[in-house]
C-alpha cells in the first residue's frame, strides 16, 4: 500500500533521496550523510541534524532487521522545512548500537505526527525479512522506493536506440560514472570516428557528449551499455571496453594520513552558532570574511550573428586558456587526481551538442551572452534532477565553467573570493572548484557554505589543500557579521561565534596537535619503521588494483602485503582470462618499483560472491567452499591464475599465498600445483606462503612451517573462526574483536612455530591498521603489517615512538588478559 502521512498526503522519495551503496565507519556517519540528504532535499535545516543526535542520547532508534529511523526531537520540530524521508543503504552494515548492525538509514524530518505514518508502513517492510534482506544490497534505488512507497517511479524514456554493435559492462568507480571518469571516456571515444553511445536502462545518450553522459546518472554497480556504429568501431568498442573495466583511470581522491582521534577531543563550552555538513577535518580560530557573489546580469538583444559568433568562440578560446594554466598550477600543488577536475571544465567548452546550440540561438540574432546563458542553464537544471546526488553536484561545475565563458564574453573582470588581507574564516552562498583552488590557504583559514555538498569538487580541493571546511550549513549563515569571532570544527560541521577565552585556547590546541600530527607523520612517510632500539617492522600495503599500488608507495608502503585477486572477478562482470591476469600482477609488480607484490590465490566464498561464476548457494559458506576449497574444486580458475602469477614473476618481484588453508594435505596440493605450472613456464622459484584464517592452521603452524616460506596472518577470519561469531552478523559483529586474548595467542602459537623453522610471519588483516593492535602485534614478534593505505605513515610514526622491549612487555601482558576490553585499556 501507498505511503501516507496522517493527513492523508502520499509520501514524496525520489531517487534524490537515496543514497545505494554508502560506507559510513560509525553511527555518527551515518546519521551526518542521511541528515546531508535530507538537508540537500529542502526537509531541513542543519540544526535539526544536531537534534537527531539528541535523540540517540534518550532513545534508540533501531526498529530490527537491519533497520534504523534516526530523527529530531520533538521541541526541535522548528527546523523541519518540510516533512520528508532520506534513505541511505549501507550493503556492508553500520554498528549502531551494541549487537545491532544497520543496512537501511531511514533518516525522517517530520514536523508534527505525520511521522507516525512512515513509521507504520516501515513496521510492514521490518516485519519482513526477505524484504530487509533484499532492499540491503539492490542496485535499484526504484526498489527502495516502491517498497516505502507502494508505487514505482516510471524510469525516465529516450527513443533513441543502440547500434548493432555493443558491450554491456558493470561501472566500477566509487561514486559511479562522475565527471572525472566520465570525461575519460568521452576523450577516447572522440578519438575515434565511429558514433558511439551509452545506455543507462531506458536512457541513451551521445558518449562524445560529457554533458549528456553525467545526466545518464550512472552510479557505482550500473549496467551499461555501449554501442558504435562506423568504420573503427570495433576498436572504439575495444578500448572503451578495457578502460571501463579499469576504472576509467580514476584515481581515489587523495586522503590524509588517518589522526590519532584520541589526541583530538575538544569540548566547547557554548553552543554552536551554525551546523553544517563536515567537508573537510581541521579546526581554525579567526575573524569571519562575508563573500558574496556579484551575478552577472544581461538582457537579449538583437545583435549580428557574425560578431556573436566570433566573441562566443573566442570567449570559449580564452575560457580554455585559463583552464589549462588553472590545471597546471593545481597539478604541482595538489597532484594530477585534484587537477583533473579543471580538464572536466574544459571538455565541457568542447561539447559539440552545447556549442551547436549557443551558435543556433545567435545565428536567430540573439546575442552571444543570452544564448550561451539559456544553454547552459538548462543543462545546469537538468543535471541538478540527476538522481545520484553525487552526479547532481557536478551541476556547479558546469556552472563554474558557464560563468567563466559569460565573464569572457561581456568583459568582466573575475571576482575573487580571497579579498582579505588577514587570516579569516571565508562565508560564502557557495564556491566553485575555480574559487577553491585560487585560495590563498594562509589568508583563508577555512571556509563554510551555505550550500554545497561533501561530495562535490570545491570539497574535494579542500580536503587536498588541507583547508577545514563546512558545507549546506543554510542561508542564515551569509546574515553573519564580518569580523565576528569564529571557531571552524569542521571535525563535526560547526562553527562557534564570540567564543570564550578558553573555548579559543582549547580549539588553538587542538590545532596545533592536528598541525603536528599531520607534518610529523606524513612527512616521513618514507623513514622505515624502526623502534627506538633500531627494531625494524615492515609496514607494507592492502590493495586491489594497479592505481592502489602506485599510491601506496607514496604512502611510504615497502610492498604489497595483500592483493585481493577477488577484485579482478568482483568488477569485471566476468572470469578475466589468463592474460587478463598476467598484465594486471606484472603492471602493479613494476608499480612497485621492485618492492615485492605479494598475491593472495582466489579468496571467494563467504561473505564474498560473484555471481557470473554461478557457484551453488550453501547454508553456511563461511564453513563451505571458499578460499584455496574453491580453487581445487575449480581449476578452471585455479590454474590459470598460477599460471598468470608465474609468467608476470619472470619480469617482477612476486610471491603467493593461499587463503583458507586448514589442513597440510591443503598446502601439499597447492604445491604439487604450483610446481607442475612453474616447470612447464620455466617460471623462477618464489616465495609460497599461506594464510593463517582458521585455528587448525595456527595450531599446526609448526608443521606447516616445515612446508611454506612465510605466514600472513588473516585477523578478520582468524578471529570469526576462533571465537565462531560471524563478523557480519548484525548481533555479534562488534564482539568479533581482533585483540581478543584468544585471537592473541593464536597470533603467539604462529609467531613462535615460525621462528623455530626461521621462518617469517605478517598480518594482513585488521588490527594490522590499528595502533593498539599494530604495538602488541610487533611485540608478539610479527615482521610485516600489511595495512590500509592512508593508515601507513601513522603506524610508521606510531612504532617509532616506543622500544621492541616496551612493545614486547605489552604483547605479553596482552596474552594474560581475559578480554578484548582488557588489552584495549592497557
Known sequence: ???????????????????????????????????????????????????????????????????????????????????????????????????????????????????????????????????????????DKLDIIESL???????????????????????????????????????????????????????????????????????????????????????????????????????????????????????????????????SDGIVVGPICQHHHKEITMEDSSANPATGKKQFKNALEAAHKELTKLYGEVKTRLGSSQASIFLVHAEFLQDAELIQDTEALIAQKHSAAWSWQQNIQTRIDQLKKVDDPVLAARAMDLSDVGQRVLRHILGVEDESPAMTHVPSILIADDLTPSDTANLDPDLILGFITAKG?????????????????????????????????????????????????????????????????????????????????????????????VADAVKAIEYGAEGVGLMRTEFLFLESGKTPTEDEQYEVYRDMAKALNGAPLTIRTLDIGGDKQVPHLNLPKEDNSFLGIRGIRLCFARPDLFLPQIRAIYRAA????????????????DIEQALQVMEKIRAELDAPKIEIGIMVEVPSAAILADQFAKLVDFFSIGTNDLTQYTLAMDRVHPQLAKQADALNPAVLRMVDITVKAASKEGKWVAVCGGAASDTKGASILAGLGVKELSVTVPTIPTIKAHLRKTSLADLQSLAQTALQCRTAAEVRAL
Open 453 to 545: 555538498g561533501p561530495t562535490s569538487h570545491t570539497a574535494i580541493i579542500a580536503r587536498a589543500m588541507g583547508i577545514p571546511a563546512i558545507v549546506a550549513a543554510g542561508e542564515l549563515v551569509l546574515e553573519i557579521p564580518n569580523n565576528s569571532k569564529g571557531i571552524l570544527d569542521g571535525f563535526n560541521g560547526k562553527l562557534y561565534l564570540d567564543p570564550a577565552e578558553e573555548e579559543i585556547a582549547s580549539a588553538q590546541k587542538l590545532h596545533e596537535e592536528v598541525e603536528r600530527q599531520l607534518n610529523a607523520d606524513f612527512s616521513e612517510r618514507l623513514a622505515p619503521a624502526n623502534t627506538t632500539d633500531g627494531y625494524n617492522v615492515e609496514v607494507y600495503a592492502n590493495v586491489n588494483r
Open 1 to 139: 500500500m501507498p505511503l501516507y502521512f496522517n493527513r492523508g498526503h502520499m509520501l514524496e522519495l525520489s531517487p534524490a533521496q537515496v543514497e545505494l551503496n554508502a560506507s559510513p565507519k560509525t553511527k555518527e556517519d551515518a546519521i551526518r550523510q542521511v541528515a546531508g540528504l535530507l538537508i540537500q532535499n529542502g526537509n531541513m535545516d542543519a540544526r535539526y541534524m544536531d537534534s537527531m543526535f539528541e535523540r540517540e542520547k534518550v532513545a534508540n532508534t533501531y526498529l530490527a532487521n537491519g533497520i534504523s529511523i534516526p530523527h529530531g526531537m520533538p521541541e526541535n520540530r522548528e527546523y523541519v522545512l518540510k516533512t520528508g524521508i532520506a534513505v541511505l543503504q549501507v550493503p556492508q552494515g553500520v554498528t549502531w548500537n551494541e549487537g545491532e548492525t544497520v543496512h537501511l538509514v531511514v533518516g525522517i524530518a517530520a514536523a508534527s505526527s505525520e511521522h507516525i505514518g512512515i513509521l507504520r508502513k516501515l513496521t510492514g517492510v521490518v516485519s519482513d525479512e526477505e524484504e530487509a534482506a533484499r532492499l540491503a544490497i539492490t542496485t
Open 650 to 665: 619472470k619480469e617482477a618481484n612476486i610471491r603467493v599465498m593461499f587463503p583458507m588453508i586448514s589442513t597440510i594435505e
Open 149 to 279: 512507497t507502494g508505487q514505482r517511479p516510471e524510469a525516465p524514456k529516450d527513443n533513441t536506440t543502440d547500434y548493432e554493435k555493443y558491450f554491456d559492462a558493470v561501472i566500477i568507480n566509487p561514486t559511479g560514472l562522475h565527471a572525472r571518469p566520465a570525461t575519460e571516456l568521452v576523450t577516447i571515444a572522440k578519438k575515434y570516428q565511429a558514433q558511439v553511445r551509452i545506455r543507462n536502462g531506458e536512457v541513451i545518450v551521445d558518449a562524445k557528449s560529457l554533458v549528456n553522459i553525467l545526466k545518464l546518472g550512472a552510479s557505482k554497480g550500473v549496467n551499461v551499455r555501449v554501442s558504435a556504429s562506423g568504420a573503427d568501431e570495433d576498436a572504439a568498442l575495444a578500448e572503451i571496453k578495457l578502460g571501463i573495466e579499469s576504472g576509467l583511470g580514476e584515481q581515489e581522491e587523495s586522503a590524509a594520513p588517518i589522526l590519532d582521534r584520541d589526541k583530538l577531543t575538544w569540548l566547547p563550552i557554548s553552543p554552536a552558532s551554525a551546523e553544517g555538513v563536515p567537508a
